[in-house]
């Protein structure tokens, strides 16, 4: 990741058929956006313990509203990250799967959130040292 | 990552000193808002290059305003990620250097541009399918 052959700035087309994050029209830049989106995090992280109900998602994503959940994990199911199964119950009961691709993106996810839980500390302290340093400015 | 031992939805303070990023208060929910967002993955990414002036980085992120810039530069260097070095030039020359720990989190999201740029067809490819069988319900 270090090597820098996927950084050609205004030259996209030279690096097909990777994509070019840093390029404004790159669908890579919105993938980005998306699959950062904490919601979509979180959910992802959920299913990677197993299949689950809508109603177990609401209650474990603290502070999620019903219509965000909808929306995120209809934005999911689009990309192909879940699948979705609705069991002709009444009422309908609906279960979210992870897919191999999900997996996948849930893999390279975990870093980031073992990263974000084992160094909030550290940058907790960082902000307090700036904004101390910010006010002596003043 | 897989063994959820951090997801302790509702008790995050059993799972201290780690965070949860399931709980709605703790930081590290805030925190990974932050370094999901675009721009700042796009910056660091260049920053893991070398340091950078402010000129070349407004450059090589497209469609970046000046202003999203200085606020998306300042809140990584109040967390601690990278750090401005301002030479007393006419006109003021400013760098950027990451620092260790934003190096860190450069090598984590590594795994997430990567897995973006090398899946981004198939997600692609996913979404016109499940938008051509929307089409076909109405």
Chains 1, 2 share one sequence.
């Not at 840093?22 to 313990?49: E, H, N, Q």
């Not at 219509?67 to 879940?82: I, N, P, Y």
Request: charge should be neutral; hydrophobic fraction near 35%.
């Amino acid at each position: 990741m270090q090597d820098g052959t996927f950084f050609s700035p205004g030259h996209p087309e030279e690096t097909t058929p990777r994509g070019n994050v840093f390029a404004r029209d790159c669908p890579t830049r919105k993938l980005l956006d998306r699959i950062g989106d904490t919601w979509s995090v979180l959910i992802l992280r959920l299913l990677g313990d197993g299949p689950q109900r809508f109603s177990v998602l609401k209650r474990a994503v603290d502070g999620i509203s019903q219509k965000m959940l909808s929306q995120t994990l209809r934005s999911l199911e689009r990309d192909g990250l879940v699948t979705r199964h609705a069991e002709p119950t009444v009422p309908v009961s609906v279960t979210y799967t992870l897919t191999p691709l999900g997996r996948e993106l849930l893999d390279a996810l975990g870093f980031l959130i073992d990263w974000a839980e084992t160094r909030m500390a550290t940058v907790g302290a960082n902000q307090r040292r700036y904004d101390a340093r910010r006010l002596e400015e003043i």
